[in-house]
């Protein structure tokens, strides 16, 4: 197997040759090539996803019998007699939530496949910023080592929510800190490598890929990138005041008076709890959008490439995304309606929220017009990207009511908000990231993975997927708040909906196994996978279609390509295939 | 892009000079206009205009906003209105909570 | 294969990597400074009538204009600097590099001074808000200015060496610490005027 092709691409009039051997370390640890740093920000976030999972099943045990000791792991928590206790199930929820979001899915989408793929699909030798991109993945594995850690500090992992809401988070034990700690690493690590991705498409795109030449996958994580760019400081700016009040004694966050256990807090007071959830939002909204927009990019690919067929209404997707990323900046406050707020600002956000919807149902319709006529292959990466759309659909219409602040009146803070945004990234994003996998496995190895654990990988999946989260939207509906350590067991409203939780929590752990199948195939494939050539989807982009599998080890491609034509000009009338490369001049 | 030829950076210099000479002035002036009696709205404005003026000097000249490219403008006109999101937004929702008291 | 526009402008935007680079890398910093500038116009607001301590009970106004103009000095002895290159005169470039360094550091002393005498009568971030939020905003701007002069101080000392082999690369370079140290002057220019006269 060789993920690192060793040819030395064809020098460009420039004289200089890079035949100089690199050391072990240069090679594979502080390497400065996109693609090795892609495999290590993938291989990294898998792992994180797997623990973040881990820690899921840990609260689903609490949650379908809570106060009984929980089976193997309750052997480590000899303190409390084998039981989850409630200060333990909060940092399991807080640290699962977190790690999910910046330490596996963003990493993923974004440093794995965005950097691997699109120097590749823009015909670029490498990101514009080697050094810095290799600088980003050590932000982020230092991140989350801090993050981990925090799990040994005195009074354990943070625990106030992956939100981290202060009063509460400036004063909860250590495991805080090193949380805000953690997240200065990983924003540092998100924004320069924002600033790389932007740079890279808009300034080495291979001549004649014009903008709207791009792979929709180029558009997506361009547009992500901007998210990253923007809205992230902000947090940074957060966890700096909330580090000042947990460290400095300030009172950011803390209003006057405030009583904790019937002492009066010794701080000068003045501050505002409501500041920290502005900022907090100002970066989580755009950030679920970070979340999605890789996704519609990975599927928008998958589907093309598996209809025979040219994307549906591509200029409206573009157009949608980008309006998208401009929008998610000013829906924050939609997290917010029950904190107060003014009829003003109610009205406001409740429009700009309703507004933001019409481009994800543009994305979302486009790619469903795309099957109609089209040929489709039933590949494991097709099945993903089709379980996705109806998936993502459901996450999509459970949100219309959050957003509006009579429905979220009766909504917020319950399993419903919880079912809503699972939907749309664990049967959403998720299943988007696993079709990636299957897809662009080929282009990092040269061999398929092998599709008999692809489909028994996929079908449970996609069963326990909704197992899960569908029970918990009726919950939420009956009013069971998020956050319970029982499930709801103590209240007298969520009796009638509590059977739900064994159910939920037995498919969480068959969802758990059936992941077994993907884990084999990812190594057994790395040796015993397929041979493939390079490019065994008869692709048009040119990662496929210009480069060898894997890649040339610096500069990626043999010779630079030259783009003649759109990214998915398949079944062209006339050409004897049924694709025509992106920089293939002339129709066969 | 700025021109590479020795005369315009030369003319470029005195544009340099002028502007900080400019600059020291309106410091000056902002800290002297801070010390007479206004009401706390004025005083506000007055000081973010004399801010924003030297601002606008700075990116302009030395920043060479001036001669810059549109792919800059475009990043800078994006990031100027989320900031201006994220400046006012927080500040008008306090105002409006208030008024329903 | 080599990356790109390194160097010379991509005809179709107009500019190298870096400057694109580093315009997006401001672009980024605006919004950090303007969540702790929209934190000050909050907290400021929300406080009650009377409650509120204004920069004049606590601040030295001259001792921060002095350092206004120290910092807005250096501005002009970077670009300076940058213009030196561009006329192919090293020379110049050192001394104009060398006092942008040094304005930087009378910055960090004048600042230091003013923090020193804080701490010695009792003024800290935690004694209230106003304090709270200039500790921070003038403590991260001070982060700012040192990392500017780190890199300065590298593109003066062993950086340097790189203008006899690709002088057009060095003076991009030069450039675009400039940008970076022109953002952390024009972020003072709002900060002086915030925290100290209103």
Excluded at chain 1, 33 to 59: N, P, W
Excluded at chain 1, 186 to 212: C, D, E, Y
Aim: with cysteine; hydrophobic share 50%.
């Amino acid at each position: 197997m060789a993920l690192v092709d060793e040819r030395v691409a064809h020098e460009h009039g420039h004289g200089e040759a890079h035949h100089h051997e690199l050391g072990f370390w240069q090679k594979y640890v502080f390497s400065q090539d996109h693609k090795v740093i892609g495999i290590q920000y993938g291989f990294t976030a898998l792992c994180f996803l797997l623990f973040g999972f881990t820690l899921m099943m840990m609260m689903r045990w609490s949650i379908a019998y809570p106060n009984q000791p929980i089976p193997l792991v309750g052997k480590l928590l000899k303190a409390s007699g084998g039981i989850i206790a409630p200060e333990l199930y909060n940092q399991l929820g807080a640290m699962h939530g977190t790690i999910m979001v910046f330490l596996g899915i963003v990493p993923l989408a974004v440093g794995a496949f965005g950097n691997y793929v699109v120097p590749l699909q823009i015909g670029a030798p490498d990101m514009a910023f080697p050094k810095l991109n290799m600088a980003s993945y050590w932000s982020y594995f230092i991140g989350g080592v801090l993050m981990l850690s925090s799990f040994f500090a005195p009074g354990g992992a943070a625990q106030s929510g992956w939100t981290s809401y202060p009063p509460l988070s400036d004063i909860a034990p250590t495991g805080q800190t090193i949380w805000l700690f953690g997240m200065l690493f990983l924003i540092i690590s998100s924004v320069l490598g924002s600033m790389n991705f932007l740079v890279t498409i808009i300034q080495l795109r291979a001549p004649g890929l014009t903008w709207m030449r791009l792979p929709f996958f180029v558009w997506a994580q361009f547009v992500t990138s901007f998210l990253l760019l923007l809205a992230f400081p902000a947090l940074q700016a957060a966890a700096v005041l909330q580090m000042m009040d947990r460290l400095a004694g300030t009172s950011f966050f803390l209003p006057s008076g405030l009583v904790i256990s019937g002492q009066q807090l010794h701080v000068a007071g003045g501050g505002s709890p409501l500041l920290w959830q502005h900022l907090f939002w100002f970066l989580a909204h755009p950030e679920v959008y970070v979340l999605i927009l890789p996704a519609f990019g990975i599927v928008a690919e998958v589907i093309a490439n598996n209809t025979r067929k040219p994307l549906w209404g591509y200029r409206s997707m573009v157009y949608a995304v980008s309006f998208l990323g401009f929008m998610s900046f000013i829906v924050w406050a939609h997290h917010m309606f029950m904190t107060g707020m003014g009829t003003v600002m109610s009205t406001f956000f409740q429009t700009t929220t309703m507004i933001i919807s019409i481009p994800s149902v543009i994305v979302l319709t486009a790619l469903i017009i795309s099957l109609w006529g089209a040929s489709i292959r039933y590949t494991v990466p097709m099945l993903f990207a089709l379980a996705f759309l109806p998936m993502f659909a459901i996450g999509g219409l459970t949100g219309l009511p959050l957003g509006l602040a009579p429905a979220d009146i009766h909504l917020h803070d319950t399993l419903y908000v919880i079912g809503h945004f699972h939907y749309v990234v664990a049967p959403g994003t998720i299943f988007a990231l696993f079709a990636g996998i299957y897809y662009w496995f080929p282009k990092l190895t040269g061999r398929k993975m092998s599709s008999l654990l692809g489909q028994i990988h996929f079908w449970p999946s996609f069963l326990f997927m909704n197992g899960i989260f569908f029970p918990m939207l009726i919950q939420g509906l009956a009013g069971v708040q998020r956050r319970l350590y029982d499930g709801g067991a103590s209240y007298s409203h969520a009796q009638p909906v509590l059977h739900w939780n064994a159910f939920m929590s037995v498919s969480a752990w068959l969802l758990g196994l059936s992941q077994i199948a993907f884990i084999i195939n990812l190594f057994w494939s790395l040796k015993k996978g397929e041979k493939v050539g390079s490019n065994p989807w008869d692709a048009t982009t040119l990662e496929w279609a210009a480069a060898p599998s894997p890649p040339i080890a610096h500069g990626n491609f043999v010779e630079v390509p030259t783009v003649h034509r759109g990214p998915y000009d398949y079944s062209l009338p006339g050409a004897s295939k049924d694709f025509t490369p992106q920089h293939q001049l002339q129709e066969a | 892009m700025s021109e590479s030829d020795a005369e315009s950076i030369r003319k470029q210099t005195r544009s340099y000079i002028t502007v900080f000479v400019t600059l020291m002035v309106m410091t000056v002036l902002t800290v002297l206009v801070s010390y007479a009696h206004m009401p706390v709205g004025l005083a506000i404005l007055v000081a973010l205009v004399i801010a924003s003026f030297k601002g606008s000097l700075v990116a302009s000249v030395f920043m060479h906003l001036s001669h810059e490219r549109k792919v800059i403008y475009w990043v800078l006109l994006l990031t100027v209105i989320f900031f201006i999101a994220l400046m006012a937004i927080p500040s008008i929702s306090q105002w409006d909570q208030r008024m329903l008291r | 294969m080599e990356i790109p526009y390194t160097v010379e402008a991509r005809p179709d935007t107009g500019v190298f990597n870096a400057k694109l680079g580093v315009w997006l890398f401001l672009a980024s910093e605006v919004m950090l400074f303007g969540a702790l500038f929209s934190s000050y116009v909050l907290l400021r607001t929300g406080a009650p009538p009377g409650t509120w301590h204004h920069g004049r009970e606590f601040l030295n106004v001259p001792l921060a204009t002095l350092n206004t103009i120290i910092l807005i000095a250096s501005s002009v002895t970077m670009v300076m600097s940058w213009a030196s290159l561009k006329l192919n005169d090293f020379k110049k470039y050192r001394i104009y590099m060398g006092l942008t360094l040094l304005a930087g550091v009378g910055f960090l002393v004048v600042k230091g001074f003013e923090y020193g005498h804080k701490f010695e009568v009792g003024l800290l971030p935690k004694t209230n808000t106003f304090l709270a939020i200039y500790f921070t905003l003038t403590g991260l701007h001070g982060l700012h200015v040192i990392g500017g002069m780190i890199v300065n101080g590298y593109l003066l000392g062993p950086g340097a060496k790189l203008f006899k082999t690709q002088p057009e690369r060095f003076t991009n370079r030069v450039e675009v610490a400039g940008l970076y140290w022109h953002f952390v002057d024009l972020v003072w220019i709002f900060l002086f005027p915030t925290l100290y006269l209103l």
